[in-house]
């Protein structure tokens, strides 16, 4: 219990790097955006930063987990990172070059043939986070948590602090008359400054890391380096297919639908989605924390009995935060513009995706710590072929509900294979039960919450409060939850 407790605190510390500057991120920009920027404008942040997911998975190529793997368990520390800091600076000067080079067919791929300039700060904003993502490999797997944390909101912050002056303080210092601020700014730019301000943040964040970078010398070990590829090949074919079950939906419907108007629904369901993403900030920085933690018990005997237990307080978990965003929806329509609302409707489904999403990656330990990363990859493919079967069958006649719903397809689909895969290979005892009871009672609260809604905002609060606490009751009668997380810190440095 002790190193589930230890998991909760460091998810918290992490949360600060990943979670708050998210949520300021669905706080400020999110509703900065889709108050200011019309749909199809929205949708054309909305679709970009969906490829921007795709090629960050390409040029990240699985580095990250394979350098937890490898780092000081299968070479040294120090020749594991540096080789594959020097790995990722080719890669990603070589993916700058190439865009340089071939611009125009790229930007009429892509559809912005009459704006590369977006796409030349596309490929530069990728190849500077994806380069970054081994420092801040470095920081997580050397229990640097609180300078991780500080550094991803340095990141965040400037992009704010960048993007509202060029969307709101420029124009109105345009407005006024002043003729000095045309220097810098340029008015027919407007949605080409949210990719400036994020190349902004990225730049300012990579300066930062350069003192990790910086601290070691320059080692590439060819040898070392071919095994590395080989543990994380697979992990790249199962990071592309997991990233186009995330985002394959934002760059489907632009071309599904059509035209403008493809465009615009792309812009509307993106505002619903950000609302649901909500869930998949717990699910990130639980991420960041579970990785090395799981590697780090992956050699003791009770390893697989602190999975098990890790998942159904994770399950409760993200349960909790999924009633506490779905019950309380309306209050967190703020987020998005009067424009955009009509798409929360998808917030309970793209949230239950994110909940299976999270259940996937903790069952997925058991790929990674038995060297069957191939595994994980064929189970990510079947998943990206659920989410491409169901969007290209159902897309066309239920729009982006059907987007939606593909994510649950998508997720369910890999959560049972990864299951019935890993028992063969790495049985864990799961409580599978209680995990499909509790998210059973989860669902059935929330379909209460919508059929017996009262009419009064007031006394709907308080129903929906009362459905909350239902929940919270039979997950600390049932398994001790509260008592668990939030035993004193006297009990636990005895313990």
């Not at 970078?213 to 199962?238: A, E, H």
């Not at 632009?254 to 509307?268: F, H």
Request: with cysteine; hydrophobic share 55%; aromatic share 16%.
């Amino acid at each position: 219990m002790n190193d589930i407790r230890k998991l909760a605190g460091q998810t918290v510390i992490y949360g600060f790097g990943t979670v708050v500057p998210r949520f300021l991120n669905y706080a400020l920009l999110t509703p900065f955006y889709t108050y200011i920027l019309g749909r199809e404008q929205y949708g054309v942040v909305t679709e970009l930063y969906a490829w921007m997911v795709l090629a960050l998975v390409i040029l990240t190529y699985g580095m990250e987990t394979t350098y937890f793997r490898f780092s000081g368990k299968k070479a040294p520390a120090e020749t594991v990172y540096s080789t594959a800091l020097v790995s990722l600076f080719a890669t990603s000067a070589f993916f700058i070059m190439a865009v340089s080079l071939f611009i125009t067919p790229v930007s009429g791929f892509l559809g912005y043939e009459e704006h590369p300039e977006y796409i030349r700060m596309f490929s530069w904003i990728v190849a500077i986070d994806a380069f970054s993502a081994i420092p801040f490999a470095w920081l997580r797997n050397n229990n640097r948590a609180r300078t991780f944390s500080i550094l991803k909101i340095i990141n965040v912050a400037v992009t704010i602090i960048t993007v509202f002056f060029f969307l709101k303080a420029a124009p109105t210092m345009a407005e006024r008359g002043n003729e000095q601020i045309f220097k810098i700014y340029n008015q027919d730019m407007q949605v080409g400054y949210v990719f400036v301000a994020n190349l902004v943040g990225s730049a300012v964040t990579l300066l930062l890391l350069l003192p990790y970078v910086l601290k070691i010398r320059p080692v590439f070990d060819r040898k070392l380096f071919v095994r590395m590829l080989s543990y994380s090949w697979p992990l790249l074919v199962g990071g592309m297919a997991g990233s186009l079950n995330e985002v394959l939906d934002k760059i489907l419907l632009r071309r599904l639908i059509g035209g403008a108007e493809g465009l615009a629904t792309v812009g509307l369901y993106g505002a619903g989605y950000k609302v649901g993403v909500l869930m998949s900030l717990f699910i990130q920085m639980y991420r960041f924390a579970a990785e090395p933690f799981f590697f780090e018990k992956a050699g003791s005997k009770e390893a697989k009995e602190i999975y098990a237990v890790t998942m159904k307080y994770f399950v409760i978990t993200a349960l909790i935060l999924y009633l506490g965003i779905n019950l309380y929806v309306e209050a967190l329509q703020i987020i998005i513009g009067p424009l955009f609302r009509e798409s929360l409707v998808v917030v309970p489904i793209v949230s239950m995706g994110y909940l299976l999403l999270g259940i996937f990656i903790n069952q997925s330990i058991w790929y990674k710590v038995d060297d069957r990363t191939i595994y994980g990859a064929w189970i990510t493919l079947a998943g990206a072929a659920v989410t491409v079967l169901v969007n290209l069958l159902f897309v066309p006649r239920f729009g982006y509900i059907a987007a939606a719903w593909a994510h649950v397809a998508c997720y369910l689909s890999m959560v049972v294979l990864s299951y019935v895969v890993g028992m063969k290979y790495y049985p864990i005892k799961y409580e599978t039960l209680k995990i499909v009871l509790y998210i059973t009672l989860a669902v059935v609260l929330l379909a209460l919450s919508r059929l017996l809604a009262p009419e009064n905002k007031i006394t709907g609060i308080v129903f929906d409060t009362i459905l909350l606490f239902i929940f919270f009751a039979v997950a600390e009668i049932k398994d001790k939850y509260f008592t668990l997380l939030f035993k004193r810190k006297n009990e636990d440095q005895n313990s």
